[in-house]
Nanobody, 123 residues
Framework: QVRLVESGGGLVHPGDSLRLSCVASGRSFNSNAMGWFRQAPGKEREFVAGITWSGNTRYADSVKGRFTISRDNPKSTVYLQMNSLKLEDTAVYYC?????????????????WGLGTQVTVSS
């Protein structure tokens, strides 16, 4: 079992930056691909970014060039640096882990989920 705890959300203005963190506990972190998803009110949960243990990354087109995913394996932590935030980035952001060390942008392929952290971008 893997427990994921997100932090770092908040209320920001358009153009601002935020860094989300997700700490994993409960079993080996090294064999898991990690991902960030988000869910806006009334919308489906969507893939944002993912990273393998060795650092291979994948991004949704909507965040490419603005968001950066990274991980610190000794600390069992994955980060999402969000720059140039837009109103449409407002959502609850979820950290997720797969048992397989390969990133796919499909929600159902992730085995463990955090409870989420709210990001609100408002002018």
């Amino acid at each position: 079992q893997v427990r994921l705890v997100e932090s770092g959300g908040g209320l920001v203005h358009p153009g601002d930056s935020l860094r989300l963190s997700c700490v994993a506990s409960g079993r080996s972190f090294n064999s898991n691909a990690m991902g960030w998803f988000r869910q806006a009110p009334g919308k489906e949960r969507e893939f944002v970014a993912g990273i393998t243990w060795s650092g291979n990354t994948r991004y949704a087109d909507s965040v490419k060039g603005r968001f950066t995913i990274s991980r610190d394996n000794p600390k069992s932590t994955v980060y999402l640096q969000m720059n140039s935030l837009k109103l449409e980035d407002t959502a609850v952001y979820y950290c997720a882990a797969r048992r397989i060390d390969y990133v796919v942008p499909v929600r159902s392929t992730y085995d463990y989920w955090g409870l989420g952290t709210q990001v609100t971008v408002s002018s």
